[in-house]
C-alpha cells in the first residue's frame, strides 16, 4: 500500500509544475523533447541581429559577423555594404543606386549575369518586396542560395551556402526582414 501511494505521488508531482498545482509547461516538455532528438536543433536561436543603416534584421548562423564596403566595380559611385558570417558561407548586400530604375535594373542584369552559373530560379516575396531566388551548384557538395531584390533605389542579396542543405540555407534566408519604415 506504501508503494502505491509513492507512486501516485511522483505520477502527480510529474504532472505539476514542481509539485506547486500548477500544469506543467508544455513548451518546456516539446524543448526537452527536441532536444533528446536532436540537441543541435533544439538549441535557442540566436538573436537577431539588427543592422540599422542596412535597415534589416537577421539571425545568423553563429555569433555576429564581419562587415564591410567595397565600391562596385562597374559603378564607382556605388558603394556595397557586405555583412558575413564568421562561419560558413551566408552574407548580406546591399547598396544604394541613382533611383529605383537603377537599382532593379541592377537586380535584373545580376540575374541575367548568374543565369549560366543557376540550376534553378522561383520567385520569393521578403518582407512584402518581390524577389528571385538563385540556386547555383558550387561543388557536388556544396550549394548556394542567392535571393536578391530591390527596395526604391536600394538593392539588396541575401545568400547562403551550405553542403547540399537547403532547410539549413533558408533557417538564414527565413530570418532576413526589412525594418518597417
Known sequence: MKMTWFVVVLVAAAACNKSDGKPADKTQEV????????????????PAYKNAAGEYTVRWPRGNPTESEKPDA??????????????????VMYADFKDATAAQKHVDDYIATMKARTRTTKDVTISGHKARELEMT?????????????????EYRVGAGTKNNSAQAHEFLDSFKLEAK
Open 138 to 154: 558550387i561543388s557536388d557538395t556544396a550549394t548556394m542560395w542567392i535571393q536578391v531584390f530591390a527596395v526604391g533605389k536600394r
Open 31 to 46: 524543448k526537452e523533447t527536441k532536444a533528446k532528438a536532436d540537441p543541435v536543433a533544439a538549441a535557442e536561436a540566436p
Open 74 to 91: 562597374k559603378k564607382p559611385d556605388v558603394i556595397w555594404h557586405d555583412a558575413k558570417s564568421p562561419i560558413g558561407a551566408y552574407s
